[in-house]
């Protein structure tokens, strides 16, 4: 199994990116996708999850916007009016995490490489 993450980079305050994930070797339908990110010396925080419904926390809601294709195995994250404070190493994951859990990275099974967001001020 394989996660490819694409699409990060830099962008000022208020820009949009959008990321993709694509993945090999499982059916991407009978699986969850999760979207984390990372900054250096913090813990990975759960972004957003796609099953059957969407999941975001709390300070990208409303900015950020989960979708899948299954047929072409992607996933993406839309992320739009992006802060300072979004700035990360964006990952996607693959899982079956419980809903309650889907925030937890120790819930998925595969990992992406992780593409750089960098949004300035």
């Known amino acids: 199994v394989q996660l490819q993450a694409s699409g990060g980079g830099l962008v000022q305050a208020g820009g949009s990116l959008r990321l993709s994930c694509v993945v090999s070797?499982?059916?991407?339908?009978?699986?969850?996708i999760g979207w984390f990110r990372q900054v250096p010396g913090k813990e990975r925080e759960g972004v957003s999850y796609i099953r059957t419904s969407t999941y975001y926390r709390d300070s990208v809601k409303g900015r950020f916007t989960i979708s899948r294709d299954n047929a072409k195995n992607t996933v993406y994250l839309q992320m739009n009016s992006l802060k300072p404070e979004d700035t990360a190493v964006y990952f996607c994951?693959?899982?079956?995490?419980?809903?309650?859990?889907?925030?937890?990275?120790?819930?998925?099974?595969?990992w992406g490489q992780g593409t750089q967001v960098t949004v300035s001020s």
């Open positions: 070797g499982l059916r991407l339908g009978d699986y969850g």
């Open positions: 994951a693959v899982g079956r995490p419980v809903l309650s859990a889907w925030r937890a990275s120790t819930m998925y099974y595969y």
